[in-house]
């Protein structure tokens, strides 16, 4: 069964930091992009950062780049979100998802089940 398990969430003081993981099982996800999404409470689920299958390009939604940092070892079939300077704003589930590059959530045919965060003030 193919899957995508999502680690790493938590409570957090404004201004801390934390890495979220995403590890796939079931089969290899090294040729496609894998891409970050989150979805705060009564919002709409929106984009946040996507790598391409090689990790040589990232792209990040604006309210992110600077603060967050997206990667991927494919050798251990993981990615990464690292989140430094995380605002209240922030809070919210978060989820991997693996498919084409890009920020639609229709790009991406697999996704985890999401790990909460919430970003104290």
Do not use: H
Request: with cysteine; aromatic share 12%; hydrophobic share 30%.
């Amino acid at each position: 069964q193919v899957q995508l398990v999502e680690s790493g969430g938590g409570l957090v003081q404004a201004g801390g930091s934390l890495r979220l993981s995403c590890a796939a099982s079931g089969r290899t996800f090294s040729r496609q992009a894998m891409g970050w999404f989150r979805q705060a409470p009564g919002k709409e689920r929106e984009f946040v950062a996507v790598i391409s299958w090689s990790g040589d390009s990232t792209y990040y939604t604006g309210s992110v780049k600077v603060r967050f940092t997206i990667s991927r070892d494919n050798a251990k079939n993981t990615g990464y979100l690292q989140m430094n300077s995380l605002k209240p704003e922030d809070t919210a589930v978060y989820y991997c998802a693996a498919g084409k590059w890009g920020t639609p959530s229709y790009n991406y045919d697999l996704w985890g089940q999401g790990t909460q965060v919430t970003v104290s003030s």
